[in-house]
């Protein structure tokens, strides 16, 4: 059993396996113009006739190819000439595949925001550009981010309270919403993650068989605090993001969950954001 819900098996395969950057998003002033997308590139079919003439909007794409920093779509890109910012960012996502980090992944991607991810694998503790991760983060567990300004924040609760701060969109709107919010995340993380470590790494039978009937506790209650089809309601907030991973690890080690966190999860699993992070981690 692994230490967590992560994936040990997987190498992140795709994007991951090529670039530690192949998440770097692009924004860009384009036109809604016809095209075609392959392997998450535009592909302009038409040229515009003058750049004026463009209804502007801001219109994120993404790279995922092997294509990141040069190549024939970076080109054509450049010649449609819509680039408003590039080059790779500045914020580094440390994670592994499945681990609890992909709730912080998801989150990041519900943000709209431009960031790298960096695998780690938890048993050498090794990156997969070939760094000690003691070094980066001492508490040696995922999730860590390096933010724009070169600080590391780590913790669950932290980097997530963080993004619905950086987004408030991904905030409950009722108040007192930030206080609501981090009750759940701190609910989520202590009671529910938390416990799961004595289901992945039990010190005897009697503590898996206690752990997971306290999971199934936890996950009843908490189905009965939803406001609508998510938490807080008809928006999806970042204590979703952290719910729909504890369920993915709840399905894998067979833990049965009431109707309405099924529903959500599928809910939850149509989300672009949540498709995108669950590609480049390699677990679709
Ligand atoms: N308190 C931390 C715990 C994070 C955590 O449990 N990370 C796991 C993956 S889900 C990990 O990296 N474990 C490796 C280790 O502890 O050696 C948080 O909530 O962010």
């Not at 095209?35 to 219109?59: I, K, N, V």
Request: aromatic share 10%.
């Amino acid at each position: 059993m692994p230490c967590c819900g992560c994936d040990p098996g997987s190498d992140g395969a795709g994007s991951d396996s090529l670039n530690h950057c192949s998440s770097v998003r692009l924004l860009t002033l384009a036109p809604p113009v016809s095209g075609y997308s392959s392997g998450g590139l535009l592909f302009p079919l038409a040229e515009p006739q003058s750049e004026y003439s463009w209804p502007y909007f801001l219109h994120a794409i993404e790279f995922t190819g092997p294509f990141h920093g040069g190549g024939t779509p970076f080109a054509a890109m450049k010649r449609f000439g819509s680039f408003h910012e590039k080059g790779t960012s500045t914020m580094k996502l440390y994670y592994s595949p499945g681990a609890c980090s992909l709730a912080d992944h998801i989150a990041m991607h519900e943000a709209d925001l431009t960031f790298d991810r960096v695998r780690v694998d938890l048993k050498s503790k090794e990156t997969e550009t070939g760094e000690q991760f003691n070094q980066i983060n001492p508490k040696s567990y995922v999730p860590t981010l390096e933010m724009d300004d070169g600080q590391r924040l780590t913790e669950n609760i932290a980097i997530l309270s963080w993004l619905a701060q950086r987004k408030p969109a991904l905030a409950p709107n009722s108040e007192p919403g930030n206080l609501r919010l981090l009750e759940m995340l701190a609910f989520i993380s202590t009671e529910i993650h938390k416990q799961f470590g004595r289901v992945f790494k039990p010190t005897s039978d009697a503590e898996a068989t206690a752990a997971r009937e306290k999971l199934g506790q936890r996950f009843q209650l908490i189905a009965t605090m939803f406001k609508g089809d998510y938490l807080f309601g008809s928006e999806a907030s970042v204590a979703d993001a952290y719910l729909f991973t504890m369920l993915l690890w709840a399905k894998k080690v067979g833990i049965e969950v009431p109707e309405k966190l099924g529903a959500f999860a599928e809910l939850m699993r149509a989300r672009p954001a949540v498709q995108l992070a669950m590609k480049h981690e390699g677990l679709e």
